[in-house]
């Protein structure tokens, strides 16, 4: 079974500054889709970003952008210029065939002023 | 474009009754997954509906079923509640069959007591 491990269960950061969340996962396929989801206070769960793994490029949205090493099945999110808004659940998520999103227990970002 | 809506909001059961959440994709969606959270087991995939046809099923007990209809709108129904049930359900849509993004609703906190 696949399985996603985010390991830090709460994180903090100054504002403006810059933050990574790990998270790392398990699989025997070669393609797949990875997924950054944010869930603050509303319980709203939004997507922050997506990787496909048959590409090599990191991919990046504005203030946020990934580390994707296939090879470690690793899958970081950095975040930078970090702001208050930022403040939330973040959960690493992995998806195979279909519509069946594996995620992890999520790591609490704190955003300080 | 309207995001995907659920009703109700919030709900509050007895043990033993049964309760039907309900969910609007994204217009121009057809794919609809259901997930369960709670704190103790995270995110859980329930099932996935496509085309009026589940195509994916996770690992939960038959008191929970589901539908989708030909508009796309789905269903999700917990038959026998049990206190377990307490959980934030999500649903989310996708464009079409495959490793599409999920795009996930606000949620239904549904509370068995």
């Known amino acids: 079974a696949q399985t996603v491990t985010q390991s830090q269960p709460e994180m903090s950061v100054q504002e403006a500054e810059t933050v990574t969340l790990s998270c790392t996962y398990d699989?025997?396929?070669?393609?797949?889709?990875l997924f950054w989801y944010k869930q603050p206070p509303s319980r709203q769960m939004i997507l922050v970003i997506r990787?496909?793994?048959?590409?090599?490029q990191n991919a990046t949205e504005n203030r946020f952008s990934v580390n994707f090493q296939k090879a470690a099945k690793s899958f970081s999110l950095k975040i930078s210029d970090s702001q208050l808004g930022d403040t939330a659940m973040y959960f690493c998520?992995?998806?195979?065939?279909?519509?069946?999103?594996?995620f992890g227990a999520g790591t609490i970002l704190r955003v300080k002023s | 474009k309207a995001g995907v809506t659920q009703t109700p909001r919030y709900l509050i059961k007895t043990r033993g009754q049964q309760v039907t959440l309900s969910c609007s994709p994204i217009s121009g969606h057809r794919s609809v997954s259901w997930y369960q959270q709670t704190p103790g087991q995270g995110l859980q995939f329930l099932f996935e509906?496509?085309?009026?046809?589940?195509?994916n099923k996770g690992n939960f007990p038959g008191r929970f079923s589901g539908r989708q209809f030909s508009n796309s709108r789905s269903e999700m129904n917990v038959s026998t509640l049990e206190l377990g049930d307490s959980a934030l359900y999500l649903c989310?849509?996708?464009?079409?069959?495959?490793?599409?993004?999920?795009?996930f609703g606000p949620g239904t906190r549904l509370t068995v007591l």
């Open positions: 699989t025997s396929e070669s393609n797949y889709y």
């Open positions: 990787q496909e793994a048959y590409k090599q």
């Open positions: 998520a992995f998806a195979e065939y279909g519509n069946k999103l594996v």
């Open positions: 509906y496509f085309s009026e046809t589940q195509r």
């Open positions: 989310a849509s996708s464009l079409e069959g495959g490793d599409d993004t999920q795009y």
